[in-house]
């Protein structure tokens, strides 16, 4: 079952949710890769029935083609990071839901979903309630305000804003 879809700017389509050797490629575990022709797994998927990209929408693209990832879990959940070549974790989430990733012209990473803080790898936890913005090169996490009061599910950019969806009042 395909849950989450993004096509990068080469048009390679890439494919989340909860599937294991997808269309029979071997290691195409809940994360695979479709390049016009045939499907490729994504190195050594760090993906397992406990923790993929569930949510749709808990994966997007960069400008430079990386692509993101945000896992569901029963207790964390990590923002990872594929650049081609290899997995990288770059943040943990405190709770179970990573509802939706989204990137912003300058390159920064907005997680929505369902937790209470984030750690960014190497780093210390921020406080995050449900929403925080997630800077790449500086590997740093900034809550947004005080955060939303339960579970975000989407985010969207518009006219220089940026639109949450979700559970919360």
Do not use: M
């Not at 405190?94 to 979903?113: P, R």
């Not at 790898?121 to 925080?132: K, P």
Request: net charge negative; glycine share 12%.
């Amino acid at each position: 079952r395909v849950q989450a879809l993004v096509i990068d700017s080469t048009c390679l389509l890439y494919i989340a949710g909860e599937f294991t050797d997808w269309d029979g490629t071997a290691a195409s575990d809940y994360i695979s890769k479709y390049d016009g022709a045939s499907w490729s797994a994504l190195g050594t998927s760090p993906f397992t029935a406990s923790n993929y990209p569930a949510q749709a929408g808990a994966i997007a693209i960069d400008f430079s083609d990386d692509l993101y990832t945000g896992e569901t879990t029963a207790t964390t959940a990590v923002l990872r990071k594929w650049d081609g070549s290899s997995w990288t974790s770059l943040v943990t989430v405190s709770s179970l839901v990573c509802g939706a990733l989204f990137i912003d012209d300058n390159g920064d990473i907005y997680v929505c979903g369902q937790f209470t803080s984030a750690t960014p790898t190497g780093g210390s936890a921020v406080s995050a309630n449900n929403v925080f913005k997630y800077t790449p090169g500086a590997g740093t996490i900034v809550a947004l305000g005080t955060g939303l009061n339960t579970r975000s599910y989407r985010a969207h950019r518009e006219g220089g804003l940026i639109y949450f969806t979700g559970q919360f009042t």
